[in-house]
Each structure stands twice: as C-alpha cells, then as structure tokens.
C-alpha cells in the first residue's frame, strides 16, 4: 500500500462527500416539480412528451398502481429487448459486422439483465451485439432501468415525508424527470469528458491491422481444445492480424456508470482502453458510479425535513465503503503468500502486489477501489478481473454485494435497499428505548416489519438456493474453471450478482448455458421486482400514517449512535445469512492458500 | 410501597413446581404453533429423536445433542408457564373474594327475594346490608355505607360509597361494614370486573399485542432465513466434499434461530401484565400497556397528584398595627371549629409558629359561625370580640357593612398571595381587618424531579386544575409541569386531548367522575380511579385499585420496561448468533479441512464438544434469562439516545461477547467430565 493509492481513494470520497449535497438539492428539486435553471430546456420537452403519450402529469398514484405502472413499463421494455437481440440480423441498420441474431437463451437473459439494472453479461459485446442493438437496446435499457430506480427512491422518500396521504406520486413523471434533469445532462458531459481521453464513438466497422510482432499461439481444435500433435508438441500457429473493435462507446459508457448499469460495450468492460483509457477516465467513471446514490442521501434528508438523518445514512455507507476499500487494497497489495521467491514489492519499477487480471495502467489501488465501488454500488461494471484477486481480496466485491448493494449503491435501489435495513435497526433496536419503534415520526408496526422482513428474505432465497443447487448439479458444476473452494465462490459470485442486480462477473464461470442463461434471467427479475414490490408496500403505508412529532423520548436516527447501529445490523444481517456459504468458499480458499494449496 | 408488598421471589416453589408439569404439557403441538421459533425448535427434537437409533455416528454425542434440543423447548415452555404462574398465584388471592354469595334481589313490585349472586344479571336491583358481600359488580342508587375493599386493593382502610356523584361505584366481592346500600348491578357473571381481572392475569385471555405481532414476524422471518442458511449448507458440504449429520445441521439450525428472545417472549408479556397488578392497577388490554409506554403526554390533576389534596396555611401577614402573634390569635380561634383540613391546618400553624394551644373554650360563652353558602365566612364569637375569616371578596363586603374598608396594605397583601398561586384568607375582628393568611397548595415531594425524569424521556406533563391561570401558573412552576390547563372543564380538556391527538401525540390522563368518562374514552390511555364511577371505568382502559392518580407515571414506565425488555432480548438473541457460528462451523469442516481451524478462536476441544457446548449454551441461556424476563430490563428515565447507548453495549456488544465465554465455559466443563 502507497501514499498515492491512499490520496487517490481518501480523495475519491472528497468528491463524493462534496457532490452529495448540490447532486442532493438538485435532485429534491427536481422531484417535488420545483424550478431549476434546466427548466427552460428541458420543461417543453417534458411536456411535449406527456402530451404526446397523455399522461397526466398531476395524477398521484397510490403505491400499488405506482408498483404496477413500473411492472408494465419493466416489462414491455424487456420484451422489446428481446425482439431487437432476436431480430438484428433482419434489421437494416447498423449492423456493420453482420453479426447474427442472438440465441433465444441467451436473448433472454439479456434482456432480463438489462431490465433490472443489472447488466450481467452471459455474452461479448463486441462479437454478439450489432450497433442498432447496443444503441436502441441495451442503451435504452441503461437509461430507463436507472431512471426506474431513482423514481423508485424517491417515491419510497415521499412514503416516509408524507402524512396520512394515500399516494406517493406519479410513475410516469418521476421517471421521465429523472431521465431528462438527471440522467441525459450528466451523461452528455460525460460523454464528452471520455471522448477527450480517448474512447472511441463511431459506427464504423471493425479494423483489422497488421501486428507489428506475429504471435506464435496454440491452435484450437474442433472440440474447442488447444491441438496437439502426435508428437506430442502443441500445433502452433502464426499470428500477424488483429481486429479491433469500434463502435459507439463513450455514449453508452457515461450511462454504464451513471445509472449503476455496467454492461460493458466490450467484453473486457472497462477494462477496455477503448471503454476506459486512462487513470482520469477511471477516476471519472468510478465518481459517476457514486454520484447519484450519494446524492440520494441528501435529498431523502431534504424531503423528509431531518438533513442530519441523512448523512447518517451517508456515513453509515462511507464507514462500509471504506472498511471494504481496505480490505481489498490491503490483501492485493500484500500479493499471493506462495509466491515466496518472486518480488512483489511496491516499487517505482512495478505496482506490486498480486497484479494479475489487474490493468497495469490502474495498478493494485485504482483497481481495488473500483472493484469495491462498483459491488458497492449495483454497478457491475469491472476494471480487472475478480476473479484473479487473492481469496479475500475477491471476498470484498462478493460480501459487497451481499450486504444488498446498500453501500451508497444502486441507482435508487442502494437507498431504498439501505432504508429497507433502517426499517429492520430501527424496529430491533427501537423497541430499546421503550417506545414503539418510530422512523422519522412513523410508526414501524407489523405490516412493514412483514414486508421489510419479505424483502430481506427474498434475496438469500435465490441466491443460497440456487447456488445449492448448482454445486451438487451436474449442469452447475460443469460451468466452473477451478474446483474446490474457487469454483464455489464462482457460482456464489455469480448467483450474488444476479440477485443483487449488480452484474459484475467474477469469471472463469461459464454463465452461457442454458441453465446458467435461465435460472440466473429468473435470479435477476425476483431480485429486483420481488423485492420492489414490498418496499413500495412499506412506501404506501408510512405515507398513510400519522405523524408522530419527535421527542427525547424518540429514537434517534440522527446521531453517529444510529450510524454504528445501522452499520452493526447491515453487517450482523448480511454475515449471519452468508457466513456459512462463505466459510466453504473465499474463507477456506484463502486459509488453504496461507497453508500452500492453491485451486 | 404496594409493589414491595406483593412482589414474590421469582423462584417460588409452588410456582415452579407447576411451572415444570405445566412445561411439558405445553409440549403439545398444537400449543407451539402459535411460537414459530420454538416450533422449529421442536420438530427439530423429534426428528432427531426419530433418527437417534438409526444414525451411524456416535450415539453418545447424538443423545445429548437430542436431549439438549428438547431441554430447549422445556426450558422456553418454563419461562412461559412461570410467568402464568405468577399470574394465576395473583388471580388466586382474587378469586377467594368471588367465592358464591347469596343475594337480595329487589322485585319490581316491592319486596325481595334471596338468588344466587351467579344468577343475578345486569340491570337486576339488589340491596346489601352491613356485614354483607356485594354480590356484583354495580352502581348504588340509593343510601351510604362504608365498604371494605380489602380484597381488590389490598388497602384495609374502608371506603365510603353512596349514591350520586362520583363515589358510586362498587364491585362484586367486596364487603359492606356499615349501613345498607342499593345497587344497580352492572354487568353478568362470568364478564364482571373481578372476572376480568382473573382472566387476565392467569394469561387465559391474552391476546399478542401489536408489537408482539411485528417482533413475532421479525422472529418468523429470520427463523426463515436461518433455515435456508442451514439447509442450504448441506449442498455446498456435499460439494466440498465433508456432508453433515442432521444433528449437527439440527444443532446448528437451533442454535441461530432466535430461540432467546423466542422462549422468553410470551413470559415478557405476561410478566408485564403482572407488574402492573402489582401496582395493583388492572389493565382491560395488554395494548393498553403498550401505549404506556408510547405516551407523549401526561394530563395530571393538579389536586390529589401535583399536590397534596388540601391547601394549607403557610404565613400571617398582619395588618398595619397588628402584631403576628394578635392576628395568628384570632386566626386559630376563628378556625377551632373549623373542621375542614384549611381550617385544621390555620390552626397548627398558630400552634407551632407562636406557641398557642388549643385552648378550652368551654368556660366561654363561644358561638361558632359557621361557614355559609351565602356570608361565605365563618368564624366566632367570643366575649364580644366578633372573629371573622374568609375569601377576600365575602370580607370586603362583610366590611362595608360596618362601613369600613379593607387597608391598602392588607389589600397589597392578598394581591401578592394571589399572584404566587396561594390563596388568601382574610381575617377580621370587630369590623376591622387583622391580616391575611396565605394557604397554600403543597407540591407534593419528589414530584419536581419525577417530572424532571419525564421531561428528559420526551413526555411533556400538563396539570389540569379549576383554578384561575394566576394560581395554575405558579403552582405549575413550582411543581415543573411543562404546561397546565386552568379553569378547566370537561370540555376543554377533551379539547386539549384532541388536539395533542392531532399532532400525532399519544395521552395519558387519569379520571374518576362521570364527566370525566369522554376525557377517559378519547385520552389513548385512560387510567380510572377504582373509587370512581362506573361509567369512569367502563371508559377508561386501566383502572387503578388504589385510587392513586400519581400512578399514571409508574404505569407509562412498567409500558416502556415492557417494550424495552423485548427489544434489549431480541438484540442479545441475534448478536449470539456471531459466537456460535465461531463455534459451529469449524467444527464441522475441521475434520475435513483442518485449515478451518483458525476461526475456531474460542478453542473449543473436539468438534463434538463445540457443537455439543453451543447448544448446551443456547438452551441454559433461556433459563439464566427468565428472571429477567420476569423482572424486566433495569429502567431509567432518561432519554432515547442514552437508553439506546446503555442497551446497545448491555445487550448488543454484550451478547456478542457473553456466548464466546458462556461456550467455552461449558466446553470446558464438558470436556473434564468427559461428556463429549
């Protein structure tokens, strides 16, 4: 561990901590229909848009005609995915390499991914998805899934700021607002900044250059194995050609951040140069990951009228950000034990540490911090392999992600998801102070203790299930690349990911199988809609309560007390589920390594 | 203090004798069901049972895993059937009093016959001689008579009840000393106060309150969770290679379930319940309780709770020209046969601040005035001097008629008095004022510091008095209530009441009279004065046996201790779960991948010992905690965020830390006899 890499992640959390509160205020504003300076441009197309499709933009919804309107819009958008990925051969435009329609698994699963914000890639980018595909499908999906999950939070907010009120706003407007005020803005900015470091925004077909070294590589057989001689000696073959990819990244690639999407435009994601170049496009991609959610913090402050609860839930995230944060850097700078003889120490020469599956340009802190900010948040996008990681530097993204993704993340979905475990603190702990426990002046009773407890069940259901499943299965086994504990925490990652709508892949699994393509589609629709429904349940009924105002006597969720409270229940929460899962996989993988055996 | 008095040892042997037989009647499933946590717990004991004697491994460590698992049941079923038994020891002293009485019914057309009290119905007349029991909850419609209430409240003074007004109530059960009274009866056997009370101490009638439900799903839902994490680790075993036993899994499962805060439950209830009958006040709910404990506001009569019922004298402040020891003179003398506690109190004070004896007035030629509707003073007329006192306005007009006027000074006097909230007395011999005697309400002690304590738990206290806002205000201030209401008549405080209501605040009052019983129905928790009428209890949804309004802020506690005892054992119950998954899990795999044996930090001897030494530990901790549960959690007033800071590191980090000792204690323990 450097200095620098410790600069760049303290500085990193400087700049969130600095945009929360102006993203925050501008977001509030937003969402109660207040004036902004982006009114002048953005209101008539607003409203041009409502006229055009006739909604009614003073309409309230109550929180089941809310859930269904999203259901519907989910679910006609997912189905127009489908249509595109199956249909792209057919279609006319933009499809420069001829690449073939996509296999009905597989387009399934996509478009599954897609919908729910979680953009798990059972595919390459680069060699499955023509243009037209990639701009109007899965672009489209980036913008409209986050869009979803910001109106999500925020008619969650209202659930909590409103009193005895039967509705928590209208579907249609929140999510049209957020695409308009928010999401566009940002991401043309965006765009801009990554077209300046180099990523590419064309629709030209690939380029094939000559390598200026041939390569000598192991020939592949029919049966997908390298070939070998009779002799014995691998079958060689010269190399002196490469294709490189283009196509219209930088657009998609500010929105992959922003929105907490991460469907990378290639197959390496950003680990891409062209997807992200330089340590400044690394910076900015992992700032647009955490922007949005750390704002959200700050408007659920605003709208509920207690800013300090606020940036409790802000610290309760930070504290968690930075507890992973370490742990990654520290056992990735630390290198792989075995590697007794070899020099892995930090030097002006090298990065140290276990660099493998690391990009050399990020080095061990860059991408370490990526690592934990992109599980933190739902985000999934990648900027080095996790599954190169050390045991437990592998474990961060994977407990990241078991914690709900509530550390700042997703779009909407880490604040909903994190109010979700404030509901549960508050009840556990609140009942301690001997009142009944209340949450910013609402009553938490048994209906939302039901449906709190509904969500937090929802997610270990499919992801132990499933990975239980497919550890005994033949056709879940036979997709994972090392045995033992590894290939464990293969399927464990990739189940965790799905459900928690993150989409991040440890890799060295195979997820195109039909099996994989099919439980992991349903993985990642329950995980998102199964637990949305519930919390839009506990929205509707806080908004119907009365308010009870605060007193001494009332629990704090103010203080730095709440905070730790908080923290200590996500984690004994997350722990307790998974803990048994993880003792057979990264736990007894990185005990086995310390002990000198390696997968 | 009434609760020092009944209070029992918690480990009676009576009790606990029928708490035992009572445990492992409770074992029928039929009755666990309605405790999901403990019914996981029990299928557990029997399906190990069932396989104890097909299972190949070790038949020892199988055993007394099973056993252990059923001990857990037993052991929660305990805790419930002993808090059941505190009630029902409660219900018994009560039930005495409903022993079969015969009763003199009145016939419509005059006379009477003699029926069974158990036949007589609501609405049905009875009359009730000295030495005679109440046959029945009622109200008396006609005549006096002193009643021993002994057998409700526990006090063996006798009361006086009497038709009209506010003192009308009886209850079945209790004895007439003196004179004969008629009664209404108001409700029919089987559904009279006594039987209520009964019922719901011995927990027959109870039902979960809204908390309880919520905490129940909380419970259910994590009992859910824990089984997936268990079930679900038989797979990744199986994959890895070293696939468990079922009694390890059982274990296992038994051990992460909150199975603390699960058995101990139902007993916190309970216990509950019966702290408040302690405090000899019956609840109609155990929501009612609950409420306690979320009460924001706090109607407190001034008269009889802030301060003690009667004003008394405190100073003389003699007019111009007149010594202290000349007025205080006329003062007792005007007072000797002034029979009321103000009267009473002029006199001991002339008494013990200048030395003047009662003094025998027989030799006299004394005539005492007596107080008058009309003259509104009373006072003596004693050889030729003519003593007058009373309320400024009566002396004043008492003056003029002899054509003089009350001095300046004096005035400037009563003035004072009155702005400071006491009440002046005008004194005045032979058509001359002598002075003014302050009287004075007396705050009762301790009453600043307990409102102090309420103020720093986040509940504000209003005095509601009749008195004008002068004196409201300052006795107020003295007492440190937040707000007060004066001059206040039923409607107002029903109006206030609203209006805390409306701003989302919950509100305790007391009450006894009839015109208080809409206050009593509307106020969210409404204690009524067992000395009340019946239409103040049939409003109210607690009734004090005591008749002591100051109760109210015990009550508020004893529903806050209710709420906290459950939340400090349901945070201790999960935060247990850490230690023995240290325990468990390496046990497990430790045969297979002896690298596990790292997180075995409690370095637990065999990994039978560990499981074996979890278990034993989850099933005593429900025993170690019932007299907590009973009990509940030490209360202190003070505010949520030091109540959550003080909980937190008792019950959170404690429990945490508690099981990591309690497990290797045992496995110690274990080991050295040789058990595993």
Redo the contacts between chains.
């Keep these: 561990m450097t200095a620098n890499g410790w600069i760049q992640i303290i500085v990193f959390l400087g700049l969130i901590l600095a945009v929360t509160k102006p993203l925050g205020i501008f977001m509030a504003r937003v969402f109660s229909r207040e004036r902004t300076f982006l009114d002048p441009v953005m209101r008539p197309v607003e409203r041009l848009l409502y006229r055009m499709t006739g909604v009614d933009e003073d309409h309230e919804m109550r929180w089941t005609e809310y859930a269904l309107t999203m259901l519907l819009f989910s679910g006609v958008s997912m189905l127009l995915l489908y249509a595109i990925e199956r249909s792209q051969q057919l279609l006319p435009w933009l499809n420069p390499q001829h690449l073939p329609a996509v296999a009905p698994a597989l387009a399934f699963n996509t478009a599954a991914s897609f919908t729910t914000n979680t953009n798990w890639q059972n595919y390459g980018g680069e060699s499955t998805m023509s243009y037209l595909t990639q701009m109007v499908g899965l672009a489209y999906h980036n913008f409209a899934s986050a869009a979803v999950g910001i109106a999500l939070a925020i008619a969650f907010i209202r659930g909590i700021a409103r009193r005895e009120k039967e509705t928590i706003g209208n579907f249609w407007v929140d999510m049209t607002r957020a695409t308009l005020w928010l999401l566009l803005p940002m991401c043309v900015i965006g765009a801009l900044l990554l077209v300046s470091q180099g990523v590419v925004q064309n629709l030209k077909p690939y380029d094939t250059v000559k390598l200026v070294e041939p390569q000598q590589i192991q020939k592949t057989g029919p049966d997908g194995k390298p070939m070998v001689g009779q002799d014995g000696k691998p079958v060689m073959d010269t190399v002196a050609t490469q294709t490189i990819a283009q196509g219209p990244v930088a657009s998609q690639e500010a929105i992959k951040e922003l929105g907490t999407n991460g469907g990378g435009f290639f197959n390496a994601n950003s680990a891409h140069p062209f997807e992200n170049p330089t340590p400044f496009s690394n910076y900015l991609e992992m700032f647009f990951i955490f922007a949005i959610p750390a704002g959200l913090t700050y408007t659920l402050g605003r709208m509920t009228g207690s800013q300090r609860h606020g940036w409790a839930v802000w610290a309760a995230m930070a504290v968690l950000f930075l507890t992973g944060v370490t742990t990654a850097y520290w056992a990735e700078a630390h290198g792989n034990p075995l590697l007794s003889g070899v020099d892995q120490r930090t030097s002006l020469a090298q990065p140290g540490g276990n660099m493998e599956g690391k990009e050399v340009r990020f080095g061990i802190a860059d991408s370490t911090l990526f690592a934990t900010i992109t599980t933190d948040a739902s985000c999934g996008a990648i900027n080095g392999w996790h599954d190169s990681y050390t045991p437990l530097g592998g474990m961060v993204p994977l407990v990241n992600i078991m914690l709900s993704e509530t550390v700042f993340g997703g779009v909407g979905a880490g604040l909903y998801g994190i109010l979700i475990y404030v509901v549960?603190a508050v009840?556990?702990?609140?009942?301690?102070?001997?009142?009944?426990p209340e949450y910013l002046?609402k009553k938490?009773?048994?209906y939302?203790?039901?449906m709190a407890?509904?969500v937090?069940?929802v997610f270990?259901?499919i992801i132990?299930?499933l990975?239980?499943?497919s550890?005994?299965a033949g056709f879940g086994?036979s997709s994972i690349s090392n045995p033992?504990?590894h290939?464990?925490t293969q399927i464990l990652y990739a189940f965790t990911s799905m459900a928690g709508n993150n989409g991040s892949a440890f890799g060295g699994l195979n997820g195109n199988t039909l099996w994989y393509n099919t439980a992991g589609a349903m993985t990642m629709l329950v995980g998102r809609f199964f637990m949305i429904i519930p919390m839009l349940a506990i929205a509707g009924n806080l908004a119907k309560k009365?308010?009870?105002?605060p007193?001494?006597?009332?629990?704090?969720v103010t203080?730095p007390?709440f905070t730790v409270?908080l923290v200590?229940v996500i984690l004994?929460v997350g722990?307790?589920?998974?803990?048994?899962?993880l003792?057979?996989g990264p736990?007894?993988e990185h005990?086995?390594m310390?002990?000198g055996k390696t997968f | 203090m009434a609760d020092k008095k009944k209070s029992k040892a918690i480990w009676d042997v009576k009790i606990v004798r029928s708490a035992i037989l009572q445990s492992l009647l409770k074992l029928n499933p039929r009755k666990m069901m309605g405790n999901p946590v403990m019914f996981v717990v029990e299928v557990g004991s029997v399906v190990t049972t069932l396989l104890l004697f097909r299972a190949h491994s070790s038949f020892s460590f199988n055993l007394q895993i099973t056993l252990w698992l059923w001990f857990t049941v037993l052991f929660a079923n305990f805790a419930e059937a002993m808090a059941e038994g505190r009630g029902k020891a409660q219900a018994e002293t009560l039930r005495k009093a409903r022993a079969e009485t015969m009763a003199r019914r009145l016939l419509p057309g005059g006379g009477e016959e003699m029926v069974a009290s158990a036949k007589l119905r609501s609405g049905d007349e009875v009359l009730v001689v000295a030495g005679e029991f109440i046959p029945g909850d009622g109200e008396i419609f006609e005549g006096i008579a002193s009643v021993d209430e002994s057998a409700i409240t526990g006090e063996s003074a006798p009361v006086i009840r009497e038709a009209g007004g506010d003192r009308s109530a009886v209850t079945g059960g209790t004895r007439v000393l003196s004179d004969q009274i008629k009664v209404r009866i108001t409700s029919d056997p089987g559904s009279t106060f006594l039987d209520r009370m009964i019922a719901l101490v011995e927990g027959a009638e109870r039902q979960k309150t809204p908390n309880e439900i919520a905490l129940n799903i909380l419970l259910a839902g994590l009992t859910i969770i824990f089984l997936l994490a268990v079930v679900t680790l038989q797979p990744f075993a199986i994959y890895s290679g070293s696939p468990q036993t079922v009694f390890v899994l059982v274990s296992l499962l038994v051990c992460l379930i909150p199975t603390t805060i699960g058995g101990l439950l139902s007993a916190i209830g309970i216990a509950g319940m019966d702290r408040l009958v302690q405090h000899n006040v019956l609840a109609m709910s155990g929501r009612a309780v609950e409420a306690a404990g979320d009460v924001n506001t706090l109607l407190l009569d001034k008269t009889g709770t802030i301060t003690l019922g009667n004003r008394q004298a405190s100073e003389f402040i003699p007019a111009p020209g007149i010594t202290a020891a000349q007025m205080a003179d006329a003062a007792q003398l005007s007072s000797l046969a002034d029979e009321t506690p103000e009267g009473r109190s002029i006199v001991v004070l002339a008494k013990t601040q200048y030395g003047l004896r009662g003094r025998e007035l027989a030799a006299h030629e004394a005539v005492f005035v007596p107080f008058t509707a009309q003259t509104r003073m009373s006072g003596v007329n004693l050889d030729g001097r003519e003593i007058r006192k009373g309320a400024v306005d009566a002396i004043i007009k008492y003056l003029q008629q002899h054509g003089t006027v009350l001095p300046k000074d004096v005035q400037a006097s009563v003035e004072t008095i009155a702005r400071s909230g006491g009440t002046p007395l005008v004194v005045a011999e032979n058509r001359r004022a002598l002075g003014v005697i302050h009287l004075k309400d007396i705050v009762k002690g301790g009453m600043r510091e307990r409102f102090t304590q309420l103020r720093a738990m986040g509940i504000k206290t209003v005095m509601i008095t009749g008195d004008n806002p002068l004196t409201a205000a300052a006795i107020s201030r003295e007492a440190g209530v937040d707000d007060f209401l004066a001059e206040a008549t039923p409607k107002d405080k029903m109006d206030l009441i609203r209006r805390e209501q409306a701003e989302g605040k919950l509100v305790a009052m007391t009450g006894d009279g009839t015109n208080d019983a809409p206050a009593l129905a509307q106020a969210d928790v409404g204690v009524a004065m067992n000395s009340g009428t019946q239409a103040a209890k049939e409003a109210g949804n607690m009734v004090d046996l005591d008749s002591n309004p100051t109760k109210l802020i015990e009550v508020v506690e004893i529903g806050k201790q209710l709420l906290m005892t459950r939340g400090a054992l349901t945070t201790f119950s999960i935060a247990n779960d850490v230690a023995k998954y240290f325990a468990i899990i390496p046990a497990m795999f430790a045969a297979t991948f002896p690298v596990l044996n790292v997180l075995n930090i409690m370095h637990l001897k065999t990994p039978e010992s560990a499981v074996l030494s979890a278990v034993i530990f989850n099933a005593l901790i429900i025993i170690a905690l019932v007299p907590l549960a009973l009990r509940g959690v030490a209360y202190r007033a003070r505010s949520a965020e030091a109540l959550l800071r003080r909980n937190l590191l008792i019950y959170g980090v404690g429990g945490l830390i508690a099981p990591f000792i309690g497990i290797k204690l045992i496995d110690v323990l274990i080991t050295g006899i040789h058990l595993a």
């Excluded at chain 1, 009840?427 to 301690?432: E, H, K, N, S, T």
């Design positions: 549960l009840f556990i702990a609140g009942l301690m102070v001997g009142r009944t002046g938490i009773e048994a939302d203790v039901k407890m509904l937090t069940l270990p259901f132990l299930v990975t239980a499943i550890s005994v086994t033992g504990p290939g464990l009365k308010y009870v105002p007193s001494l006597g009332t629990f704090p203080t007390l409270l200590g004994i722990a307790l589920t998974f803990f048994p899962a003792s057979l736990i007894l005990l086995q310390v002990a």
